[in-house]
Structure formats: structure tokens, C-alpha cells
């Protein structure tokens, strides 16, 4: 595709429920990140997949974050039990997977708890 | 852990004026990125600085590289209302990204 898609575009949720949000990368990019970003604030590193190795998930908040990446394709970010604090624009990222190369954005999913 | 502060959070500029924001690691960093987010939108990347001292140009942004490599600095002259958004940068030793809070540019005609 032309760019990193991500589906939702908007998610609205009741407190306890669980929510997943999708993200395409751009074909050939073997490295996926997702940030989450609060209103005026930065990126927050999530999760990291490359190729086929074991995804770096130290900065997932909790345990009701998971993530999960077929292959070197699509990839779903999940969110059990939602509470109103994971309110935020999540971010999808994905670059050709070398260590400081450009990461290429998606639009962002904006998960709103209400 | 490795953290990154920007500073200023907001910076208000007269069109025509020059500016500049500046980022600081807590540890020494292999590269900086920076990228510029537009209200609304995604963020966009701009640049990389791999070596001490990397002094690199874009049009009217200059991008810079501390000697220490735990600094940088983006400088805009002669700032339009283009330059309009949120610029991060984004400091790394291998592929995890420590980002800054931004700092948020608004332009007076």
C-alpha cells in the first residue's frame, strides 16, 4: 500500500470492555511499533516487532495491553477491560527494520473510554 | 531509563522570526531523529543525526547534533505559518525511540 493504514480511525467504549485496533504497515517493512500518545503530550513506546523475533513488549502499561503481528504483516493491538486513563491516539508505525531508520506513521486510532 | 526532554513545550513566533527548540538525553544516543506532527495529523519525519557534531540543512531548518551526543537542537529562520505544528525528536541506541514531549509552534501573522 501507499502508506500504514490503521482501523479503526476513531473507537468510542464503555469502561470494561475489551477493544482491538488494527494496523497495516507498508509492504517490506519488517520492523512495527506501536506509541500511544495523550492529548498534548509525546509518544509513549509500546511494543516492538521485528521480522520473526520475539516483540520487545516493555512499555505496554499493563497486562491488559497485548499485542500480536502475523508474519510481517498486519498487526492487532488489544485492550481488555478498558478503563478511561487508556484514552489516547494510538499510534502505528513501521520501517524497512534497520536500527534508526525512518519510522513511517500510521493515522492513528483515537480510543476514547468513556 | 533513557529519557528525552525538549524544551520549550510552546513556542509563539512572529511570522518572519527565527526560533529554535532544543532536546536533551539523560545517556548518550547512537542517532536523533527528529519529526514535525501538523494539528491533527500524524507525525512526519524530518531528519536523522548519526555523528557527533552533525550539522545537517533543510531549507530553513537546521538540525544539530550535539558534540556529546546527548543534545540537539532544530533552528527555523524566517518562520511561515508552514511551519505550523508540533516538532518531536527522538533519540535512539537501536531500534526503540525515546520521544520528546514536542514542542508546539503556533505562528502570528
Known amino acids: 500500500g501507499a502508506g500504514v493504514s490503521q482501523s479503526p480511525s476513531n473507537k468510542v467504549t464503555e469502561k470494561g470492555k475489551d477493544v482491538e485496533l488494527r494496523c497495516d504497515p507498508i509492504?517490506?517493512?519488517?520492523?512495527l511499533y506501536w506509541y500511544r500518545q495523550r492529548l498534548g503530550q509525546g509518544l509513549e513506546f509500546l511494543i516492538y516487532?521485528?521480522?520473526?523475533?520475539?516483540?520487545?513488549k516493555s512499555g505496554l502499561p499493563s497486562d491488559r495491553f497485548s499485542a500480536e503481528r502475523t508474519g510481517e504483516s498486519v498487526s492487532t493491538l488489544t485492550i481488555q477491560r478498558t478503563q478511561q486513563e487508556d484514552s489516547a491516539v494510538y499510534l502505528c508505525?513501521?520501517?524497512?527494520?534497520?536500527?534508526?531508520?525512518?519510522?513511517?506513521f500510521g493515522p492513528g486510532t483515537r480510543l476514547t473510554v468513556l | 531509563g533513557q529519557q528525552v526532554m525538549q524544551i520549550p513545550q510552546y513556542q509563539h513566533v512572529q511570522e518572519g522570526e527565527d526560533f529554535t527548540t532544543y532536546c536533551n538525553s539523560s545517556t548518550t544516543l547512537s542517532n536523533i531523529q527528529w519529526y514535525k506532527q501538523r494539528p491533527g495529523g500524524h507525525p512526519v519525519f524530518l531528519i536523522q543525526?548519526?555523528?557527533?557534531?552533525e550539522v545537517k540543512k533543510q531549507k530553513r531548518l537546521t538540525f544539530q547534533f550535539g558534540e556529546a551526543k546527548k543534545n540537539s537542537s532544530l533552528h527555523i529562520t524566517a518562520t511561515q505559518t508552514t511551519d505550523v505544528g508540533t516538532y518531536f525528536c527522538a533519540g535512539g541506541n537501536d531500534y526503540k525511540l525515546s520521544f520528546g514531549a514536542g514542542t508546539t509552534v503556533t505562528v502570528r501573522a
Open positions: 543525526l548519526v555523528k557527533s557534531g
Open positions: 508505525a513501521s520501517s524497512e527494520g534497520l536500527a534508526g531508520v525512518e519510522q513511517f
Open positions: 509492504s517490506g517493512h519488517t520492523a
Open positions: 516487532f521485528q521480522g520473526n523475533s520475539a516483540p520487545d
